[in-house]
């Protein structure tokens, strides 16, 4: 199967004469969701969805499964994250109520640092089409040429992708493996989460169209060490990846920076599980999570909120992810 | 009554000699949530209302009931918001699989902009001290002395407010007034209100501790001419916000910017609402929804989530706020 | 002349066999600085220009000829500039010198906002390449292959300018037609600025290679007009551009948003001025500077100095032009 | 000398009774430039003195003494420094000149990152006034009532200092002592000042009034290891502050982040150098210079170039400074 992927990808970035248009090309248009569609897997959220989800509440615990957002967090690559309070107070009014208030200034990547929704417009491939062109092709077969602005994407920005209310279904793998955390660089096999599942007596069967499917590594122990938690994260492989997709989950998610293993084992390839899940099927993902009072509380099934934030363009989003029981 | 809170604050900021101190003063420490509390009314949302109010979700419908955030919205004062994206892509790897990936850049006053949450660190007053001095005080008697600093609040900030999971309760204003909107300036009274409710076949009795309050007066649909929208919107005054606080609602919203009536009748006084009901009492407030298609579907009833982002030290939070029935 | 500019552009556009290459092409590599140069017309700024420039002060009195950077200055397009005051004091130290200290946070298009300077990678082309690829082509030749990257231009960054200490020329158009300002969208004439320079008791030979060329067109009086500023201002076209060229001009500037007349006369150009003058020829241009008092003064020669802030990878720089005589 | 100036402040910041009100105080108005002043020792910087300067440019080459700014220099605290290309191109217009151009976002702390210069709003006080308030006190008295605004300084803004064209004068301390750099920690005496200048046949009776005194400690060697760089630099201390105040320099400039010793040597005080300079006497500040080629060239007299950038409100200004001789 694996190499069945790698040769398709490498197929694809040599240039062979393919009949590939904006129309039709290998992973477009979505066989599911059908051409024109934004959405992506955010779509197996239907009513009847929503409801299973929302069954699986019992005792009313809400779970906090996201980071808290501040200066000196962990960041990817060049990105930058700063909030200012101008003014302290910012405003402050001469009338008998003598009112005070405040705001605050935040720059930054804002879809793309702390614990970040992958939206369907953050990842994509260059492909040689059929007239010849070469051009970035994102999920559902949208071109840079269509999608590309100084000021958001016009096309599969986060304001497509709908809220995320769903069944949640965690799959420690730390816990299977009886560690911490696993260790830097391990690629997660099909058969860990397998066994990952069995040991929380759960069977593939148990996975249902549109769930969301957390994987906990048990990295976010070092998230307050910023080199470290940056530097080669386990995490799934294309292997993984293709089951996700079998599955029909609406997304991943896991405590680390960008759910799949870094790099990947096969050095030809980068972040290629991103492209899988989110470019080719429009799965989506939510990354630095923290799964550790899920695990401690066996909590492997939960109603999953995460509600993207509707910043025009965006590629993704910050938020507040809950697992509700 | 209303005079007595009017009298109130005149007392307070003339400066007569109070008691006051950091300790105790007339507002704190608050009775509910005890001295220290930092969560404000987000308290009543306990295991018991998530499940209340998940148990109000049958059909499994979700409705959007917040805006879109793009450069052009209205915005409060000398606010900013802007969206960039580096690079058109901004990443490509000389890799196999020749992935291209795309950021955001934002810049703005993000909890303040928009679909905006304020937190219990947004709103204080300058009171004069037993001590003689002056001093900004905020929800539960928390001092800008304690809660200032150049990279956000020290105390107060969003991260403290618990995720809004709670029953909501549209009360439709317009709709009782059989008006597309309220006119502008006009402060909503309490007999409005119970009208309103008494139209939906609800009363008073009705509503619960922890419930979010939201309330139409069809503004929304001036979101696109940003003057018009930012000025002299109707809403409620201080009657209507004590009635709210006898309520016991953990949160308020509304179709405008600031859901008080704009400007306060009361000349002397500046958004004497939020003082009363963030300030005073910790009710938090979502400002700028779109509450039209709730009031289409006679929708008065229903789960509504917002998941304030945990950025440290924010005044506020943008978000996307929902109504799942 | 003029018709001959417009047909190259066309031809170029059109995308004709042309032998063009990142080598060699319609202009470049630059004919006076070589292959390779980024630094533009300000390799002018020789130590003999430097000479030449500071023997015209006599009086040691100093113009400011830039505007004051503030939020609700004009700005072009959806450029953004915002100044925010951290803290207020942004530090306070517990020392027995008790020192308080402030910064300022900014965000916006720092180089292209305000009195602006434009860099020799603000201004390309789409150009159609011997290999039958459309690149983007900029000053001598540098393509946007080369240039992009999501955090800075890699090449033609405003870092490469030398700084602008030279002679400067002032050309009075309003001056010479009597007028406060020139109507709007008037395209001045190389007629123009012969009347404007004899009326100054100078003639075109007086010109020397290297100066900077100031045109008033007394525009900056709606500076505090934005709307009216931004809109149809009159400038140069390229009759008068070609002729800049010919001087061999380190630079120009004006007192409106681009310097060249806006819009071009010819519906099918957008600022084929800043192509002719930026990147044909490497030519800067300081865009909203604000000439009377120099015009009161009939300052027409004077030491201009204007230092680009190196930026690394930025496309123009904001500063603080003078005129010193 | 050095344990009077430390009385002062202490004595101010015990809180005694002193007459001290926003009119009159221990280092207001300023006996120099009068009640009211906001240009500070800029002021110095008259007709006659850029004419004094600008007689000293016989060669016409110009150093260039600023740092280029880019991500990843040093940053003080907290501060933030990030540079984007939105788009890459920004605008590409559909015209037959088929034009494109680009721009770039910046945010941070403008006027205090990279080599940034001090303006008169940027250091103040902590004061016990005559009515018993304590206020934050600025140059010329101005207070932190009057200046502190939400969208930066209402007085003492960057805005209000004069262009430092002026005579600059190296201070070659590293050279003097023979050392590629001086040590860490190490505070400069007066009496290496007055070695270097001898060493460099100066003496102290030929600085005048208005010059720009560069301090070169050899320190800029380190600018590309931030941890390094931004630890315990060498630097003048209140001895030498004093003198240059005697001086009456108009600014001081180094190649480290703060001119002045870091930590100072007497734990009780931060920064103390700043305030003798900037606060009491309005003598500006510009750091994170390199002074290597002038230090090679014996460069030790020039025309001392900086144009502070007039953001509004601003504390500082980043830009481009230059010797030229």
């Not at 809400?62 to 808290?68: D, F, K, R, S, T």
């Not at 690629?187 to 996975?207: C, F, I, K, P, Y």
Request: aromatic share 10%; proline share 7%; hydrophobic share 40%.
């Amino acid at each position: 199967m694996r190499i069945a992927v790698a040769s398709t990808i490498v197929l694809l970035s040599a240039g062979t004469t393919l009949a590939q248009t904006r129309e039709a090309g290998p992973w477009w248009p979505n066989p599911a969701w059908g051409a024109g569609d934004q959405a992506g897997a955010s779509n197996w959220i239907t009513p009847d969805k929503v409801l299973e989800a929302v069954g699986l509440v019992k005792a009313g615990k809400i779970y906090e499964i996201g980071q808290v957002y501040e200066k000196g967090m962990p960041l990817f690559g060049r990105r930058t994250y700063a909030l200012l309070s101008p003014g302290s107070p910012t405003y402050a009014f001469p009338t008998a109520n003598r009112i005070v208030a405040n705001d605050e200034f935040v720059c930054g990547e804002i879809g793309q640092v702390g614990t970040q929704f992958d939206g369907p417009g953050h990842i994509g491939m260059k492909v040689k089409m059929a007239d010849g062109s070469t051009q970035d092709v994102y999920y559902n077969g949208f071109t840079g040429a269509e999608m590309y602005s100084a000021y958001g994407l016009q096309k599969l920005g986060i304001e497509n992708v709908k809220p995320m209310l769903t069944r949640g279904i965690l799959i420690d793998l730390a816990g299977y493996k009886n560690l911490p955390n696993l260790p830097a660089r391990y690629e997660v096999t099909l058969a860990d989460v397998r066994g990952a599942l069995a040991r929380q007596g759960l069977s593939e069967s148990d996975l249902r169209p549109g769930d969301a499917l957390l994987f906990r590594y048990g990295w976010s122990r070092f998230w307050t060490e910023p080199a470290k938690y940056n530097t080669d994260p386990p995490g799934i492989g294309l292997e993984v990846a293709r089951w996700v997709v079998a599955r029909k989950a609406s997304m991943v998610g896991s405590d680390q920076s960008g759910t799949e293993v870094g790099p990947n084992p096969d050095p030809s390839l980068a972040f290629p599980v991103h492209q899988e899940l989110i470019m080719k099927n429009g799965i989506l993902n939510i990354e630095n999570l923290t799964l550790e009072e899920l695990a401690r509380d066996a909590a492997w099934e939960f109603l999953f909120v995460f509600t993207p934030v509707r910043f025009k363009g965006a590629t993704g989003s910050p938020g507040r992810p809950l697992a509700i029981r």
